[in-house]
C-alpha cells in the first residue's frame, strides 16, 4: 500500500512531464506569431508614408475616371436630359447622380488623408498652423502660398483666410520653433496641396451636376432650401436614402465647419448651423431667430427628403406647401405680443352684509382702536432719520415719534369715553374711613383716579341710622324679646 509520500512524488513526476511538454507547444506558438508578426511588418513596410501615391489612391481609380468624365460630358449637354417615364430607379441619370454622391463621399475622406500627410510633413515647418487653420483646402492652400518662407509679413494671404486669422498666423509664425523644409520633403508637400486642390475641383463639379439634376431627383426638397444646398446635403449625407433616413438634430449639422475665433467675440458668430445657414429663409430671418428657423428648416427638410425618396409627389407641391408653413411660422414669431385688455371690474354685492352694527360693536371698536402713539411710529418724515431701539437703524423704530418739538417723547393721550365711565363709577364710591372718629382717622383717600383725594368723614353720618346699623350698633335701639308659645 502506497504512503502519503508516495503519492506527492509520484504527482511531482507528473507535474515534471507536464512542464516538458509544454515547452514544445510554446515554441510552436511562438514561431507562428513571428511569421504572423513578420507579415504585419511586412505590410506596413509595403505602404510608405514618404510617398504621396501610397498614401492617396482615389484619383487613379477606373471609377473615378469614368464617374468625372461622365459628368463632365453631362454638365456639357446641358440639364435638359432627363429620361421621362422611366422609373427612378432604373433611370441612368439617377444611378449617375447615386454614383456622384458616393463619389463625393470618397472625396472627402480622400481629401481628409491627404490633409493628415501635409499636416505630418509640414508640422516640422510651422507647427503651430494646424491649430489655427482647421479647414483641409483652406489648409493646403495657405502651406502652398507659404512654402519655406519664415517671414510672413512678405506673404499675401488676403482671399485666402479671414483678416483676423490672418493677424494671429502671422503673430504666430514670428514666435514659431519650426525650421525650413528640405527641397525633397518641400515638393512632396506641395504636390499633395494640389492634389487635394484638384479633389475639391472635382468635388464642386460634382455637385454642381447634381445641383442640376435636384429638380428631378428631390423636387421637394429644392423647393425648401434651394437646388444648390439640397445637392450639398445629398452629397454630405451619401445619396437621398440616407438623407432621409438621417434625423433633423443630424441633418441641421451637415456641412458645419469648425470654427476658430482666435480669442474674438462669439456674440455673431452661429455655431451648430452647415449648409442650411445659405438657404434664402435662413439669410433672411432675423438673427434673433435664425437658430429656430434653422432647426424649423432642417425637420421640413428631412421630411421633404423621405417624401422624395418615395416618389410621393413628383411635382414639389408637398415642399411648396412645407415652404409656405416655414415662412407664417417665421412670420408668427416676429409679431408683437397682444396689447393687455383692460380687465372689467367685479359684480357688486348687493346682498346685505352680515355684519351688525349698535353699542357693542362700537364699544369693541374703541376698545382695539389704534392710538394716537402707534400712529406716530407707523409714519416717517420725509428726510429725517427716525430712530430705533438699538441705534443706527437697528432694531424696531419709532417712526415720527420725538420729533415734533423739543425731540422728546410726549404723547397726550385721550380719555375714552370708557375709561370716563370707569372713572365715574370709581368717584361714587365712598373711598374715605369708617364713621367711628378715632385720632388714627384720616379725611385722606388713595383713588386709582385722581390720586391723593381730600374727604370729609362725617358727610355720610346721616346714612347709618337706618338698615342693620340702627339696630345692632344704635345708642337708642335695644334687642327684641320674643316669647315663645
Given at each position: 500500500?502506497?504512503?502519503?509520500?508516495?503519492?506527492?512524488?509520484?504527482?511531482?513526476?507528473?507535474?515534471?512531464?507536464?512542464?516538458?511538454?509544454?515547452?514544445?507547444?510554446?515554441?510552436?506558438?511562438?514561431?507562428?506569431?513571428?511569421?504572423?508578426?513578420?507579415?504585419?511588418?511586412?505590410?506596413?513596410?509595403?505602404?510608405?508614408?514618404?510617398d504621396l501615391?501610397?498614401?492617396?489612391?482615389?484619383?487613379?481609380?477606373?471609377?473615378?475616371?469614368?464617374?468625372?468624365?461622365?459628368?463632365?460630358?453631362?454638365?456639357?449637354?446641358?440639364?435638359?436630359?432627363?429620361?421621362?417615364?422611366?422609373?427612378?430607379?432604373?433611370?441612368?441619370?439617377?444611378?449617375?447622380?447615386?454614383?456622384?454622391?458616393?463619389?463625393?463621399?470618397?472625396?472627402?475622406?480622400?481629401i481628409?488623408?491627404?490633409?493628415?500627410?501635409?499636416?505630418?510633413?509640414?508640422r516640422?515647418?510651422?507647427?503651430?498652423?494646424?491649430?489655427?487653420?482647421?479647414?483641409?483646402?483652406?489648409?493646403?492652400?495657405?502651406?502652398?502660398?507659404?512654402?519655406?518662407e519664415?517671414?510672413?509679413?512678405?506673404?499675401?494671404?488676403?482671399?485666402?483666410?479671414?483678416?483676423?486669422?490672418?493677424?494671429?498666423?502671422?503673430?504666430?509664425?514670428?514666435?514659431?520653433?519650426?525650421k525650413?523644409?528640405?527641397?525633397?520633403?518641400?515638393?512632396?508637400?506641395?504636390?499633395?496641396?494640389?492634389?487635394a486642390?484638384?479633389?475639391?475641383s472635382?468635388?464642386?463639379?460634382?455637385?454642381?451636376f447634381?445641383?442640376?439634376?435636384?429638380?428631378?431627383?428631390?423636387?421637394?426638397?429644392?423647393?425648401?432650401?434651394?437646388?444648390?444646398?439640397?445637392?450639398k446635403?445629398?452629397?454630405?449625407?451619401?445619396?437621398?436614402?440616407?438623407?432621409?433616413?438621417?434625423?433633423?438634430?443630424?441633418?441641421?449639422?451637415?456641412?458645419?465647419?469648425?470654427?476658430?475665433?482666435?480669442?474674438?467675440?462669439?456674440?455673431?458668430s452661429?455655431?451648430?448651423?452647415?449648409?442650411?445657414?445659405?438657404?434664402e429663409?435662413?439669410?433672411?430671418?432675423?438673427?434673433?431667430?435664425?437658430?429656430?428657423?434653422?432647426?424649423?428648416?432642417?425637420?421640413?427638410?428631412?421630411?421633404?427628403?423621405r417624401?422624395?425618396?418615395?416618389?410621393?409627389?413628383p411635382?414639389?407641391?408637398t415642399?411648396?406647401?412645407?415652404?409656405?408653413?416655414?415662412?407664417?411660422?417665421?412670420e408668427?414669431?416676429?409679431?408683437?405680443?397682444?396689447?393687455?385688455?383692460?380687465?372689467?371690474?367685479?359684480?357688486?354685492?348687493?346682498?346685505?352684509?352680515?355684519?351688525?352694527?349698535?353699542?357693542?360693536?362700537?364699544?369693541?371698536?374703541?376698545r382695539?382702536?389704534?392710538?394716537?402713539?402707534?400712529?406716530?411710529?407707523?409714519?416717517?418724515?420725509f428726510?429725517?432719520?427716525?430712530?430705533?431701539?438699538?441705534?443706527?437703524?437697528?432694531?424696531?423704530?419709532?417712526?415720527?415719534?420725538?420729533?415734533?418739538?423739543?425731540?422728546?417723547?410726549?404723547?397726550?393721550?385721550?380719555?375714552s369715553?370708557?375709561?370716563?365711565?370707569?372713572?365715574?363709577?370709581?368717584?361714587?364710591?365712598?373711598?374715605?374711613?369708617?364713621?367711628?372718629?378715632?385720632?388714627?382717622?384720616?379725611s385722606?383717600?388713595?383713588?386709582?383716579?385722581?390720586?391723593?383725594?381730600?374727604?370729609?368723614?362725617?358727610?355720610?353720618?346721616?346714612?347709618?341710622?337706618?338698615?342693620?346699623?340702627?339696630?345692632?350698633?344704635?345708642?337708642?335701639?335695644?334687642?327684641?324679646?320674643?316669647?315663645?308659645?
Amino acid at each position: 500500500m502506497a504512503t502519503l509520500a508516495d503519492s506527492f512524488l509520484a504527482d511531482l513526476d507528473e507535474l515534471s512531464d507536464n512542464e516538458a511538454e509544454i515547452p514544445e507547444d510554446n515554441d510552436v506558438d511562438a514561431a507562428d506569431m513571428e511569421e504572423d508578426g513578420d507579415g504585419d511588418l511586412a505590410d506596413l513596410e509595403s505602404l510608405n508614408y514618404d510617398d504621396l501615391d501610397s498614401v492617396s489612391k482615389l484619383q487613379k481609380t477606373q471609377r473615378y475616371i469614368a464617374i468625372i468624365q461622365k459628368v463632365e460630358e453631362a454638365l456639357k449637354m446641358g440639364s435638359d436630359v432627363l429620361t421621362q417615364g422611366v422609373d427612378l430607379e432604373d433611370d441612368p441619370e439617377y444611378q449617375l447622380i447615386v454614383d456622384c454622391n458616393a463619389l463625393s463621399v470618397d472625396i472627402e475622406n480622400e481629401i481628409v488623408i491627404i490633409h493628415n500627410f501635409i499636416r505630418e510633413k509640414y508640422r516640422l515647418k510651422f507647427p503651430e498652423l494646424e491649430s489655427l487653420v482647421h479647414h483641409p483646402i483652406d489648409y493646403a492652400r495657405v502651406v502652398k502660398k507659404i512654402g519655406n518662407e519664415m517671414d510672413l509679413t512678405l506673404v499675401d494671404l488676403e482671399g485666402l483666410l479671414p483678416s483676423a486669422i490672418i493677424m494671429v498666423v502671422s503673430v504666430t509664425a514670428s514666435t514659431t520653433t519650426g525650421k525650413p523644409l528640405p527641397e525633397e520633403v518641400l515638393s512632396k508637400t506641395v504636390e499633395a496641396c494640389d492634389r487635394a486642390l484638384v479633389l475639391d475641383s472635382a468635388k464642386k463639379k460634382v455637385l454642381d451636376f447634381v445641383e442640376s439634376r435636384m429638380g428631378y431627383i428631390a423636387p421637394n426638397l429644392s423647393a425648401i432650401v434651394g437646388s444648390a444646398v439640397a445637392a450639398k446635403l445629398m452629397g454630405t449625407a451619401g445619396g437621398l436614402t440616407s438623407l432621409a433616413k438621417m434625423p433633423a438634430c443630424n441633418v441641421q449639422l451637415l456641412g458645419a465647419k469648425k470654427k476658430n475665433l482666435a480669442g474674438f467675440s462669439t456674440a455673431t458668430s452661429q455655431f451648430r448651423v452647415g449648409y442650411l445657414e445659405q438657404t434664402e429663409i435662413f439669410q433672411t430671418t432675423p438673427p434673433s431667430l435664425r437658430m429656430r428657423a434653422c432647426r424649423l428648416l432642417a425637420a421640413k427638410s428631412t421630411l421633404a427628403a423621405r417624401v422624395d425618396s418615395i416618389r410621393g409627389d413628383p411635382s414639389g407641391k408637398t415642399g411648396r406647401a412645407f415652404k409656405d408653413e416655414i415662412h407664417k411660422k417665421i412670420e408668427k414669431w416676429q409679431e408683437p405680443p397682444p396689447a393687455k385688455q383692460p380687465k372689467a371690474l367685479a359684480v357688486p354685492d348687493s346682498e346685505p352684509k352680515k355684519k351688525r352694527g349698535g353699542r357693542r360693536l362700537r364699544k369693541m371698536k374703541e376698545r382695539y382702536a389704534i392710538t394716537d402713539m402707534r400712529k406716530l411710529a407707523n409714519r416717517m418724515q420725509f428726510g429725517v432719520p427716525e430712530e430705533s431701539s438699538l441705534g443706527d437703524g437697528l432694531g424696531e423704530g419709532y417712526g415720527m415719534l420725538g420729533q415734533a418739538g423739543s425731540g422728546k417723547l410726549r404723547v397726550s393721550i385721550g380719555q375714552s369715553k370708557l375709561a370716563a365711565k370707569v372713572a365715574k363709577r370709581f368717584k361714587e364710591k365712598n373711598y374715605g374711613s369708617s364713621g367711628a372718629t378715632s385720632g388714627l382717622t384720616s379725611s385722606l383717600a388713595f383713588t386709582p383716579v385722581q390720586g391723593i383725594e381730600l374727604s370729609n368723614p362725617q358727610a355720610h353720618a346721616h346714612q347709618l341710622g337706618s338698615g342693620t346699623q340702627s339696630t345692632y350698633f344704635s345708642e337708642t335701639g335695644t334687642f327684641s324679646k320674643i316669647k315663645r308659645t
